[in-house]
């Protein structure tokens, strides 16, 4: 069945550096755009970063621009987000999430991983 | 940057009917689509394009969408369906994407 798998969550200081990494099976990885979607303890949730299917279109939110770094390797049907310069605010889970794209040329996320716990803290 | 505006929460007791709704300057000219998200787990597609259901969502769970609001519907309200619900758009930048603050549903 299709299904994301995220990793790479830890304990890190402030400052530091983190890769996530969200192992896709089930579909054709290569073929959709992927998400990072974030959620800090008690609060809603927060839009991270987008890369397309093939690679050559990301965005990111403002407040992590310049910091994180969304990439894929299809090779490995794995998405991943490389973080520096942490803030002790980043503490979250982050979530990975396939993006759907409607027959009016929309996108949504239709599938989510269960998430990894990242904490930022000395 | 776009925003997408919901109450915060929402009360209702075991059978009624609770609405969820959800306001952007976009809407009119985009699809609002609706997320729910039980505590402790992963969010969930609930309904896409303004009123569709994915597959395995109960058909009392519906949406709609006029002008600048859009309503997620839940009729006939369990304590099952006790969760945080979000709303999702695209930003006007067609690499951003947007979630509402979210709206806590409490069945009780």
């Known amino acids: 069945q299709v299904k994301l798998v995220e990793s790479g969550g830890s304990v890190v200081q402030p400052g530091g550096s983190l890769r996530l990494s969200c192992v896709a099976s089930?579909?054709?990885?290569?073929?959709?755009?992927m998400n990072w979607v974030r959620q800090a303890p008690g609060k809603g949730l927060e839009w991270v970063a987008f890369?397309?299917?093939?690679?050559?279109?990301?965005g990111y939110a403002d407040s992590v621009k310049g910091r994180l770094t969304i990439s894929r390797d299809t090779s490995k049907n794995t998405l991943y987000l490389q973080m520096n310069s942490l803030r002790p605010e980043e503490t979250a889970v982050y979530y990975c999430?396939?993006?759907?794209?409607?027959?009016?040329?929309?996108?949504?996320?239709?599938?989510w991983g269960k998430g990894t716990t990242v904490t930022v803290s000395s | 940057s776009y925003e997408l505006t919901q109450a915060p929460s929402v009360s209702v007791s075991p059978g009624q009917t609770a609405r969820i709704t959800c306001s952007g300057d976009?809407?009119?000219?985009?699809?609002a689509y609706w997320y729910q998200q039980k505590s402790g787990q992963a969010p969930v597609l609930v309904i896409y394009?303004?009123?569709k259901r994915p597959a395995g969502i109960p058909e009392r769970i519906s949406g709609s969408s006029s002008g600048t609001m859009a309503t997620l519907t839940i009729s006939g309200a369990q304590v099952d369906d006790e969760a945080d619900y979000y709303c999702?758009?695209?930003?006007?930048?067609?690499?951003?994407?947007?979630f509402g603050g979210g709206t806590k549903l409490t069945v009780l």
């Open positions: 890369i397309s299917f093939d690679g050559t279109k990301k």
């Open positions: 999430a396939r993006e759907q794209v409607s027959v009016y040329g929309e996108t949504y996320m239709d599938v």
């Open positions: 394009e303004d009123s």
């Open positions: 999702y758009s695209t930003d006007s930048n067609a690499y951003h994407r947007v």
């Open positions: 976009a809407l009119p000219k985009k699809y």
């Open positions: 089930g579909f054709t990885f290569r073929t959709h755009g």
